[in-house]
């Protein structure tokens, strides 16, 4: 599961012995964020990450605990609970901003941590599973803060509810039927804000057990890096405490910055002031779009505006949700044998081609549904699945790339530098070779 | 450490006084996280506490003009029975009897009662043994063998000034803060 090198947890204090020996739980961390793990020297910032990510899981699930202490799941008191919680409740109104902007952080963290992966191949072999994982995780995401949206039963989450259990409506035969049955009625009432609560309070535990398949799968080929060029020897890496755990708490002070900046100055600036309306099944906001982080989706959910073949209805669920799915190909699409973005200098004009494109698609999708941007929507959505289906795969073949270092020390330290390996190639084992 | 630092730092004071530059930066930067991650217990811990709107209801006005002696009400305190009685001479005359020695918590009814209202003894509905409302206050029920409340789970019995006499309850039925806003109105809490 890990280099040779890596170092043993050798427990000294007598309780740990006792301890590793009937149930080896200090030892599961060692090798997992402690000294046994070995991580390539050369991570940037780009990696932290995955950390922060962990560290907004355990926030919402911290904060959402406690709002669901106070909270009401019943369309009839539901909105006037979030309100208990606002005026009522010691600290209430922390936690609740901290849990609805932690989920808008959540989504920024994640968003970064994929486009981290999509620059530097972090989908290539050997760490498909842990690509495939990720997205995995990304869905669930996707559903725990929709449904987490619902809850507060302002006129956003009713028409949100509304609105997105109708994607399910334009399946054909079925779709209907099916959509009924998820609201557990016509339109979105107390059965459907009961399961919403539900389900969104179970799914997050479900993301954690995704997330520990997911750094587990990580653990075996061991992190990426940003050369892509696979650990050769100890001199490549570094134990990951205290290295990144100082690295990733660093990041993590930054990230807290910010996070408080908003959570404290800015609470509502990235939800909609409609959701402080209670929900009337009567009246549909003028502006109704999702929040900020659904809005490239929702963007190719529009696009669609006229019949081919299957209705223009079905097209844009179909393209919405293949959006994501594509990402699950990634790893066969994208046949170059070189990872990292860095050594690709076609591959990377693309990348931030893409990454326009979605931003393109981002402000689109939180605009009114009226030209211009739909045709831009248009244009942004083909643009998008001509990235991964058709220029990905070409760029792959015809592409070539710059030279690789030989190793990740070597694109440290410089190619004079092989001293660093030791004589012979062999490991070096001290500071001292430097 | 295998590989990078070692010889990056300075070599330590080799007196062992100095604290190194790095240890301090550690020691700094750990504190202010843990400084941190106790501040934010507050928020966790205190949301817990009442709220404001419990908190609002934690005061109870009642009206005692309807109430002849002999009788006693059951209103609610803090979302917990209040018993309101106005003692007969008897009554008082019988409580005042008691020598203090024979009390298991020693207390005169003068001490349970305002000055010039010794007639309306107001106490919490709880029994002090495990929570129960005890019987006495309602038309007709159980006074128990002391004249005063009889608590059914455990078998207290408390007397004429709500002293517990018998049963495995430790304390007086709680007298609860209160105030004669005028000669017919109280405010509890």
Known sequence: MSFPWARHYEPKAPLMRYLDEKLPLPRLVYNAVGGGYPVPRNLNYMWNFGVLAGFCLVLQIVTGVILAMHYAANAGVAFDSIEHIMRDVNWGWLIRYAHANGAAFFFAVIYLHIFRGFFYGSYKAPREMVWLLGVVIFLLLMATGFMGYVLPWGQMSFWGAKVITGLFGAIPLVGEPIQIWLLGGFAPDNAALNRFFSLHYLLPFVIAGVVILHIWALHIPGSSNPTGVEVKSESDTVPFHPYYTAKDGFGLGVFLILYFLVVFFLPNSLGHPDNYIPANPLSTPALIVPEWYFWPFYAILRAFTTDFILPAKLWGVLAMFASILVWFFLPWLDKSPVRSGHYRPLFRKFFYILVVDVLVLGYCGGSHAEEPYLMISQLATAYYFLHFLVILPIVSMIERPEPLPFSITEAVLGEDKQAALGESGQPAVSGSAN | ?189
């Open chain 2, 1 to 189: 450490m295998a590989t990078t630092t070692g010889t990056a730092e300075p070599a330590a004071p080799t007196d062992g006084e100095g604290v190194r530059r790095r240890d301090f930066i550690e020691i700094a930067a750990v504190s202010a996280a843990g400084v941190g991650a106790l501040a934010t217990l507050v928020p966790l811990i205190s949301q817990m506490a009442p709220s404001k709107d419990v908190l609002a209801e934690s005061t109870t006005e009642v009206d005692l003009s309807a109430i002849e002696p002999g009788q006693a009400i059951k209103t609610m305190f803090r979302k917990q029975p209040l018993f309101v009685r106005n003692l007969t001479q008897k009554e008082i005359a019988e409580a005042d009897a008691v020598p203090l020695s024979e009390l298991r918590d020693p207390q005169t009814l003068q001490e349970r009662t305002k000055e010039g209202h010794e007639n309306w003894l107001i106490t919490m509905g709880v029994c002090t043994h495990l929570g129960c409302v005890p019987l006495g206050a309602g038309e007709g029920e159980i006074r128990g063998e002391f004249g005063g409340y009889f608590c059914p789970c455990h078998g207290s019995a408390y007397d004429t000034a709500a002293r517990i006499r018998k049963g495995p309850a430790p304390k007086n039925l709680e007298v609860p803060q209160y105030e004669f806003t005028s000669d017919t109105k109280i405010l509890v809490g």
